[in-house]
């Protein structure tokens, strides 16, 4: 009987692959590349979002998904008219009880597809499933994944190990500026402490230059000293969450949380930013603001709509009220 059977490289003829600047490319972006450059591909990013990238992946989502993946549709649609082979989606559920991801991670590969489908658009899209509660490590899912592009066992272990290697480095380094930052503020005499604002939100959020970007530059023209909760050391970031709750089953906001937890003792604020709407934030976000007593916290949710409209101007309230404080206060004005 003849049977038809999976071709075993089916991304053998891809060599430009496409990946959306947004998501998880703020946290993996690192990785994937190397990844795929290790196995002899060419990495196509495309530029960082904009209006138009909104728009035209609000265009192409349905109206419950949240900002972050409006924009990730946009990046997706960028790719594709970039003429890519491919775009890599990968499909992520977590590494372990307590270190998920979004629901939205896990769907993304099927999201995409349908919703190009749906707007008459096609996508090829490469994914890999990550999911390290079952019995497969990540290792050996883009070990499997290599192979699937037609690379032996070996070359895509080194791939791997190559990718794992650079992400290290590029996250370490991140980390090792923002305490080295951190430390030098800590030196100074209280009243030479410039005002110091830890902006907690997913990465893609707090890094896209079309959302976060215009916090972070609102902030630093007023003069403060700007720290990024998903900059800190996100192992120790992670345990430390487990001090604030033992049940809260999303990853990355156990690292905001524990990085919160963990330089309290040196900010004068915290910007919660949040992209409209996001089930996990509405969630941690209200569970920070009720339970992390004694800095001032300023809450930010964008949307598709308005986007960051106003948000300078919430922003400069912010610092002005935070340096008035620090100053003394109405009584020594
Ligand atoms: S965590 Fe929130 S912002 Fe991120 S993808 Fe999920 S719903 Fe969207």
Redesign the pocket.
């Known amino acids: 009987m003849h049977m038809d059977r999976a071709p075993r490289a089916p991304y053998a003829d891809v060599k430009r692959i496409g990946i959306p600047r947004a998501?998880l490319y703020y946290r993996y972006g690192i990785a994937w590349q190397a990844f795929f450059e290790h196995l002899g591909l060419e990495v196509v990013l495309d530029a960082p979002s904009d209006r138009l990238t909104l728009e035209t992946g609000d265009h192409l989502s349905v109206d419950e998904?949240?900002?972050?993946?409006k924009l990730?549709l946009g990046h997706v649609l960028a790719l594709v008219e970039r003429g890519v082979d491919a775009v890599f989606v990968p499909s992520i559920m977590g590494y372990g009880r307590f270190e998920t991801?979004?629901?939205?991670?896990q769907a993304l590969p099927d999201l995409t597809v349908n919703a190009f489908a749906v707007a008459g658009k096609r996508v090829r899209v490469v994914s890999v499933r990550i999911d390290e509660r079952g019995d497969e490590s990540e290792e050996q899912a883009f070990i499997g994944l290599g192979q699937r592009f037609g690379a032996s066992r070996k070359e895509a272990k080194r791939a791997w190990r190559a990718a794992v290697a650079a992400q290290r480095a590029y996250d370490g380094a991140m980390a090792h500026e923002q305490e080295a930052l951190v430390k030098s503020i800590a030196k100074l005499p209280e009243a030479d402490r410039p005002l110091t604002i830890l902006v907690a939100a997913?990465p893609?959020?707090s890094h896209d230059p079309f959302v976060g970007g215009v916090v972070e530059d609102a902030l630093r023209e007023q003069g403060a000293c700007v720290l990024f909760a998903d900059e800190t050391d996100r192992a120790r970031s992670l345990k430390r969450s487990y001090d604030f709750s033992h049940s809260i089953p999303?990853m990355?906001?156990r690292e905001l949380i524990g990085s919160i937890l963990a330089l309290h003792e040196v900010i004068d604020g915290i910007v919660l930013m949040?992209?409209y709407?996001?089930?996990?934030?509405s969630m941690c976000d209200d569970a920070i603001e009720r339970c992390i007593k004694g800095k001032p916290i300023l809450t930010l949710t964008v949307d598709a709509q308005a986007g960051t409209a106003g948000v300078e101007t919430r922003v400069e309230s912010f610092v002005d009220i935070l340096s008035y404080q620090k100053k003394g206060g109405y009584l020594n004005a």
Do not use: E, M
């Open positions: 998501l998904c949240c900002l972050a993946s990730f991801f979004c629901t939205k991670f997913h893609y959020v999303w990355v906001n949040s992209a709407p996001c089930g996990p934030d």
